[in-house]
């Protein structure tokens, strides 16, 4: 909604005859702070969606009663970081807030770490399979979660070698 508010501010200005002398700097400063936040918040809402898979996860294999158990760990810790989140006093769709900055930084930063994490048992686990079908299962298990950057740039060595296993 606000990009197309802008669009059409930008859209409206090109057409007309007269400079309009409004810096678009300081007309969209409030916009593009709420637009940020909303940004912020849907990457928030996304995390909680993508590790709320872990809750169902169970790795086979000969290693996987220990990874599992480590999921469940990250998945405990992802619950604590999003309680904690959650328990801000200030309302956090509020863009004069600016505590919301620094918690949410911090907020990220733990989801980083719990994506390396987890990124890690993925590889462990996607060795630890025998089988095509198994590596297959394995990564559709963890939907949503592979579309994150940490886990990607982990994953991206298996998905060479789990296609050249295809070949």
Not at 20 to 38: G, H, P, Q, Y
Not at 104 to 120: D, V
Not at 144 to 162: A, F, M, T, V
Request: with cysteine; glycine share 2%; charged share 35%.
């Amino acid at each position: 909604m606000c990009s197309k508010f802008k669009d059409a501010y930008f859209e409206y200005k090109a057409q007309s005859k007269n400079q309009w002398k409004i810096t678009t700097n300081a007309l969209f400063v409030r916009l593009d702070s709420f637009s940020e936040r909303c940004q912020d918040i849907k990457h928030l809402t996304q995390s909680i969606n993508h590790f709320s898979k872990l809750q169902k996860i169970e790795i086979g294999n000969t290693k996987g009663k220990t990874l599992t158990q480590t999921v469940d760990q990250i998945f405990e810790e992802f619950q604590k970081a999003v309680s904690e989140f959650m328990e801000v006093k200030y309302d956090i769709m509020n863009i004069d807030c600016r505590e919301f900055e620094d918690d949410f930084y911090k907020f990220k930063q733990r989801i980083k770490e719990l994506e390396r994490r987890l990124a890690s048992i993925l590889t462990q686990a996607f060795d630890d399979c025998d089988t095509i079908a198994g590596k297959f299962k394995l990564l559709d298990s963890f939907e949503g979660l592979l579309n994150r950057p940490n886990i990607q740039d982990e994953l991206e060595k298996k998905h060479i070698s789990l296609l050249e296993l295809y070949k």
